[in-house]
């Protein structure tokens, strides 16, 4: 994996990852957590637009590594000097496959550091075609999360860690938000698109435009990452998801309940499916208030 043999992870005594680990607790003032919780602290720095100035003052900032270090290649970790260093994402996820150093394992992990520098280089492209607006698909999974009542991280939609277990849970999840979707004339959620969460760009533009009302986190006992709504930003969620669907599409009030009525019965075949992950908290009373607030944003909101 990036040119570290897999059976050297198996060994106790890998010192690189050894001193990997000690390295990232010492730089980010934590140990390895969740990878993708961590990932996102390695954002500012691993870009494609960062600039000299940025990367300076995070290098005053690092302090001596407690721990002799032996040699490590630069993919995994950027020297300043003897004692200091950065810790890089294919660092990280060396430090992650250290866990389970299985060919699947690192076959997923490799395709994760690809996508983070892809979504760094898409993310600053993007800002010069950026309308501001949620992608429908993505409003269709706001709207999972409405109906599912993750509201406030007591009730989070969290992800599972295994990848045949997150793909069971995203077919529920992306089913609802696809119908919802292309009820309100936007477009489909793709078959192979369907299988995901945590890499999903349905999620991350999610996050990415209506990150004032969701919030993430991740369980320090369990490792698990999780979503949901924050308590007090229904209303405004509701409204940023109306102005998108008039702004992106041609629907019609009809077309708004039937979007969200159909969302519903498809959340209803999924239910199982959530209830067995012990994330469902969909509740009869709450779903037809929800209902009733979208549509009177609907019509509150400009076309």
């Known amino acids: 994996m990036f040119g570290f043999p897999l059976h050297e992870l198996a060994e106790d005594d890998s010192r690189i990852v050894r001193y990997l680990t000690r390295a990232w607790t010492t730089e980010h003032g934590a140990p390895p957590f969740d990878l993708e919780d961590d990932l996102d602290k390695l954002r500012p720095l691993f870009q494609s637009h960062v600039t000299g100035t940025r990367v300076r003052e995070h290098v005053k900032a690092l302090t001596p590594v407690p721990m002799s270090r032996p040699f490590i290649p630069e993919v995994f970790f950027l020297a300043v000097d003897a004692d200091r260093g950065l810790v890089t994402p294919e660092g990280r996820a060396l430090i992650e496959a250290a866990q389970d150093p299985t060919t699947g394992q690192?076959?997923?992990l490799v395709n994760t550091i690809a996508q983070f520098y892809g979504e760094s280089l898409r993310a600053w492209m993007a800002k010069s075609v950026e309308t501001g607006l949620v992608p429908l698909p993505s409003a269709g999974f706001a709207m999972f999360l409405l109906i599912n009542g993750s509201i406030g991280q007591q009730r989070a939609m969290v992800f599972p860690r295994e990848k045949h277990e997150e793909a069971d849970l995203a077919t529920v999840i992306m089913d609802v938000a696809s119908i919802f979707s292309t009820t309100v004339h936007g477009p489909a959620i793709k078959p192979k698109e369907r299988?995901?969460?945590?890499?999903?760009?349905?999620?991350s533009q999610a996050v990415r435009h209506l990150g004032t009302s969701l919030s993430r986190g991740s369980d320090r006992k369990t490792g698990l990452a999780s979503i949901w709504i924050e308590e007090d930003h229904t209303t405004t969620l509701l409204n940023d998801i109306s102005v998108a669907i008039r702004a992106r599409s041609r629907a019609t009030p009809s077309d708004i309940e039937a979007?969200?009525?159909a969302a519903v019965a498809e959340y209803e075949r999924g239910r199982v499916i959530l209830g067995a992950w012990g994330?469902?908290?969909?509740?009869?009373?709450?779903?037809?208030?929800?209902?009733?607030?979208f549509l009177e944003a609907f019509y509150r909101v400009r076309p």
């Open 279 to 293: 994330i469902s908290h969909e509740r009869r009373r709450q779903t037809q208030q929800i209902r009733e607030d």
């Open 195 to 203: 299988a995901q969460l945590r890499t999903s760009w349905v999620v």
């Open 259 to 261: 979007a969200f009525d």
């Open 106 to 108: 690192a076959a997923g």
